[in-house]
């Protein structure tokens, strides 16, 4: 089954009824200049409705290791999800496992060494532009077209229930990640649109003629 990420959650009512509706992981951002930033303090409110099981994710960009840490702990943070160009500091100094992300811009979409990968929970594919993503547009998918990775792969980058079917059928992913595309405003996430997109997802995985999801985790 193809895990889903609700990502720029920013109230403790949309990540209980993420968690209720089957999120395997709820994303929180903290990077400077996002319109869905959370202080430490709602963060740890967020992580608190959390359903069990549920993966707790911190999204940074420019944040250093001491503020990622704080984060961690006050959000009892599973993963760190780190929206820049992956450094070999950022594993070895990491609080916590790290999920890579590729930026994709036009056709580049350019990875990190193969070594630093496999010390990462996840590779997430998204569309260039913006502070921890959430930027509503969608990449050329087309790019990962007969391309395998070692790191489970996630996709994000302007997905919605509309098309999110496309996605799982064209990429195979691990799993989806979602922020603007089950919105109302940044940060307020509308719950019709959480259960469609939630049903496009399982809707998806059952006309697949074989299970999806590039690698295991």
């Known amino acids: 089954m193809t895990r889903i990420k609700i990502c720029g959650l920013t109230?403790?009512?949309?990540?209980?009824?993420?968690?209720?509706?089957g999120a395997s992981a709820v994303g929180f951002v903290f990077a400077a200049g996002s319109p869905r930033r959370v202080?430490?303090?709602r963060a740890s409110e967020m992580s608190a409705a959390a359903g069990p099981g549920v993966m707790r994710v911190g999204v940074f960009v420019d944040e250093d290791r001491s503020f990622i840490e704080e984060a961690v702990q006050a959000a009892r943070l599973d993963l760190a999800q780190l929206h820049r160009p992956l450094r070999s500091a950022d594993l070895e100094d990491a609080p916590t496992t790290v999920i890579a992300v590729v930026s994709v811009s036009g056709s580049a979409a350019p990875l990190p060494p193969a070594e630093w990968l496999r010390r990462c929970r996840w590779l997430l594919f998204d569309a260039g532009g913006s502070a921890g993503g959430g930027?509503?547009?969608?990449?050329d998918w087309g790019l990962l077209d007969g391309r395998t990775f070692e790191t489970p792969v996630y996709l994000a980058g302007g997905l919605?229930?509309?098309?999110?079917a496309e996605a799982i059928?064209?990429?195979?992913?691990?799993?989806?990640?979602?922020?603007?595309?089950?919105?109302?405003?940044?940060?307020i996430k509308d719950p019709e649109k959480l259960r469609r997109f939630f049903e496009a997802v399982r809707a998806a995985d059952e006309s697949a003629p074989s299970p999806s999801g590039r690698g295991a985790g």
């Open 11 to 21: 109230r403790p009512e949309d990540v209980s009824l993420a968690s209720e509706l």
């Open 39 to 41: 202080s430490l303090e």
């Open 135 to 139: 930027t509503g547009r969608r990449f």
């Open 160 to 164: 919605d229930a509309a098309n999110v």
């Open 169 to 187: 059928e064209r990429v195979h992913p691990k799993g989806v990640d979602v922020a603007s595309g089950v919105e109302r405003v940044p940060g």
